[in-house]
C-alpha cells in the first residue's frame, strides 16, 4: 500500500481532537476515580468512530481502484497523491486490540503519538491481510527488523523459531536487505543462526527449508537455503529470477549511474568535510566510516539528499531506477530498489500476488528510508526494533488460529 503513511500522519492529527475535548487533565490525578473511567469511555468511542470513518474512505477508495473510476474516490479528491491499496485495512477493530494493549482511551496527558498509530496500521494491515486472503510470502529487512544494526542473526535470536514455524506453514520467506555481498559466506555470517537451525530442524521437510531466500543489494543478489552448501547458502543466477524490466539495465547504464553517484557522494565528503572513505561495489556506490569515527544523523540525511537529487536529475537516472539510503552510519546508492527486490522474490516463487506478500522493515520514514519502497510492491508493517518484528508474528499467528 503506498500511502499509508499519509494515514499515519493523518489519524495522529485526527486522533488529537477528541484528546483535547475529553482528556480534561486535572492537577489531581485520581488513578481510581469513576470520573476517569468515564472519559477513557468516551474518548474510547470517539477514536473508534474516526478509526471508522478512516476506514470507510479506503474501502470507498479501493472499490473505486478496482472499478477503474479511481477520479471519484473520496480519499482520491482529499489526497490527490494516493496511491494502490493491496487489502483492506481494519482500522476500527485493530484500534480497539491496541487500546486494549497500550490503554490510549485512559491516558490524560500524553495524546495518541505516533507509535500508536503505527502500531495500529500493522495490526490493521495483518487482520486486512489475513481476513481477506493467506499470507504466502513474508520478506524482512535486516538490520534493526531481525537483529540490532550491525549485529548478526545468531542462534538465540527469538525470531528465529518464529520464521522457521513461517517455512512449516509452507510459507514463504524472503530476507531483502541492502547488503551488497556477492558471496554467499558474507550473507551465512549475519544469518548463521537461522540457517543452522532450518539445517537442524527435524519439523521442515525440504521443500520448506528451500523456501528461505535471501536478496542482497536491495534488489541484486539472490541466495537460496541450500543443505550441501558448507555455508547453507548457494547463489541463484539472475536468469532463474530477473523480472523482464530488470532484463533491460544495461551494464553501460549501471556504470554510468554509479559514476554519477560517486562523484556526488565524494563532493558531499569534501563539503561536509565527513571522516569517510568510498566504497565501489558492483551495483552499489557508496560512503563509510573512517576507524573510530562517526557521522552524524543530519550529515548523512544530507549526503543521501544531494545524491538522490543529482542523480535524479541526470539522464541515466531517469532511465535506471536504484536507491540511496542512510544505513545508519554509511549512505550508499544502488541498483534498482527493495520494491524490485520484493518483485523479484514474489517472481521466484511462481508468482506469489502483492496482496498475499507481507515486507517487515524498520526504514519507512526518514531521509534514505530503503524499506519505503517495498510499500510498491506488496503490504508493509513499520516496526522499529526486533523485538516488535517478534510481537508482529505473533500477533499474525493469532489472528491466523483464530481465523
Given at each position: ?15 488529537a ?33 474516526i ?11 479501493i472499490?473505486h ?102 517455512l ?73 529470477w ?38 565501489r ?18 550529515q ?23 536507491c ?10 544502488d ?69
Amino acid at each position: 500500500m503506498t500511502t499509508r503513511y499519509r494515514v499515519e500522519y493523518a489519524l495522529k492529527g485526527l486522533l488529537a481532537v477528541p484528546f483535547v475535548l475529553h482528556s480534561q487533565p486535572t492537577v489531581q490525578y485520581k488513578e481510581h476515580s469513576r470520573s476517569l473511567a468515564h472519559i477513557a469511555e468516551i474518548s474510547h468511542k470517539r477514536y473508534v468512530e474516526i478509526m471508522r470513518d478512516v476506514e470507510t474512505l479506503i474501502n470507498d477508495h479501493i472499490v473505486h481502484q478496482n472499478d477503474g473510476s479511481i477520479g471519484r474516490s473520496k480519499l482520491k479528491l482529499l489526497v490527490p497523491a494516493v496511491g494502490t491499496f493491496f487489502t483492506p485495512l481494519l482500522l476500527e477493530e485493530a484500534f480497539k486490540y491496541q487500546d486494549q494493549q497500550r490503554f490510549i482511551s485512559h491516558r490524560r496527558f500524553v495524546p495518541p503519538s505516533f507509535n500508536d498509530i503505527r502500531l495500529t496500521l500493522n495490526t490493521a494491515q495483518l487482520m486486512g491481510l489475513v481476513n481477506a486472503s493467506k499470507v504466502e510470502l513474508l520478506t524482512f529487512d535486516g538490520d534493526v527488523t531481525l537483529y540490532d544494526d550491525g549485529a548478526s542473526l545468531t542462534e538465540d535470536n527469538p525470531v528465529i523459531p518464529r520464521i522457521v514455524h513461517l517455512l512449516h506453514q509452507n510459507k514463504k520467506v524472503g530476507i531483502v536487505t541492502a547488503a551488497g555481498y556477492t558471496e554467499a559466506e558474507k550473507y551465512a555470517e549475519r544469518l548463521h543462526g537461522l540457517l543452522d537451525a532450518i539445517h537442524k530442524s527435524s519439523e521442515l521437510v525440504d521443500a520448506q527449508k528451500n523456501s528461505l531466500i535471501v536478496m542482497g543489494g536491495e534488489s541484486n543478489f539472490l541466495f537460496k537455503f541450500d543443505a550441501s552448501s558448507p555455508v547453507l547458502l548457494t547463489y541463484v543466477e539472475r536468469s532463474e529470477w530477473l523480472l523482464d524490466e530488470m532484463k533491460s539495465w544495461s551494464e553501460e547504464d549501471i556504470t554510468e549511474l554509479l559514476d554519477v553517484a560517486e562523484s556526488a557522494l565524494r563532493d558531499c565528503v569534501s563539503n561536509l568535510n565527513l571522516p569517510a572513505a568510498i566504497l565501489r561495489k558492483d551495483r552499489a556506490v557508496g560512503i563509510y566510516p573512517l576507524d573510530g569515527k562517526k557521522m552524524h544523523r543530519e550529515q548523512l540525511e544530507e549526503t543521501v539528499l544531494v545524491a538522490q537529487q543529482i542523480v535524479e536529475m541526470s539522464e541515466v537516472g531517469r532511465r535506471l531506477p536504484f536507491c540511496a539510503f542512510n544505513g545508519g552510519n554509511d549512505v550508499f546508492v544502488d541498483i534498482g530498489d527493495k520494491s524490485w527486490g520484493v518483485l523479484a522474490c514474489q517472481r521466484y516463487f511462481g508468482g506469489i500476488a502483492r496482496s498475499k506478500t507481507l515486507h517487515i522493515g524498520d526504514q519507512f520514514l526518514s531521509a534514505g528510508a530503503n524499506d519505503f519502497k517495498a510499500r510498491l510492491a506488496c503490504t508493509t508493517a513499520w516496526i522499529s526494533s526486533p523485538a516488535e518484528t517478534v510481537q508482529l508474528l505473533d500477533e499474525l499467528a493469532v489472528l491466523e488460529e483464530d481465523k
